[in-house]
């Protein structure tokens, strides 16, 4: 079985696109499964079993999204093997920009769409730095040279990745999205593979539900800015 990460920004057209290029999987006879994932509610996998794509939803709840990934993927790669399906991608948000769910030799998709503005592919860090595909969306509503320039930052970022255009709308692009999504290579565990970047290291008494303000409420973990 293939297995895909694919992440991006809310609302870049992260399930859009995977719609359209499980269509263009399936009518050729590839079996396609998805994994969710997000933070608190998600409606997607209604939408994808609408499309009659098998799928499963992790709500990370009080869990940064990025740690509760790592720590399913391995269970959700056993359900795709169990289910039988021939690829199966995960989704998910880089709600932070810091982090990035891509593993190593495992095939790797970062979505941004053209309204997103140009600086923002220097804002996304490694979800987009360390993709081998970058899907851009929505280039029906810009020009072509914004579509240009637009491009030409991703590929500033991340000269190394493959760059396509999908309208999530038309599924113009599904296709060929379809045929890179096919090409990857299989996955029989991912257990012992190593993560593409290093979360980042959030251990402070934040992230254990403290709420008070003031430096002696703060513990483990802390930066401070320097403004002077």
Known sequence: MRLI?????????????ICKAAEALRAEGVSVGVVKFDCLSSGDQ????????????????NLCPDHFFV??????????VRSGFDLLIS?????????APHIKDVCAV????????????????????MADIVVVTKGDIVSQAEREVFAHRVR??????????????????GHELGRLLRG??????????????????????????????????QMGNVKKMELE
Request: charged share 15%; aromatic share 4%.
């Open 110 to 129: 970062c979505v941004i769409d053209n309204l997103s503005g140009v600086e923002t592919p220097r804002k996304i860090g490694p979800m987009l730095k």
């Open 71 to 80: 720590s399913n993927i391995e269970e959700c790669l056993a359900w795709g």
């Open 5 to 17: 990460t694919v992440a991006g920004p809310p609302s870049s057209g992260k399930t859009a696109i």
């Open 184 to 217: 990857a290579a299989p996955v029989v565990a991912v257990e012992g593979r190593l993560l593409r970047f290093s979360m980042p290291a959030a251990l402070c008494s934040y992230c254990l539900g403290q709420r008070r303000i003031g430096a002696d409420f």
């Open 156 to 173: 500033q970022v991340n000269a190394g990745a493959v760059i396509i255009h999908v309208n999530g709308l038309t599924g113009q692009g």
């Open 91 to 99: 989704e998910s948000a880089g709600l932070c920009n810091r982090c």
């Open 46 to 61: 209604a939408l994808y079993e609408r499309r009659g794509i098998p799928a499963r939803t992790g709500l990370s709840g």
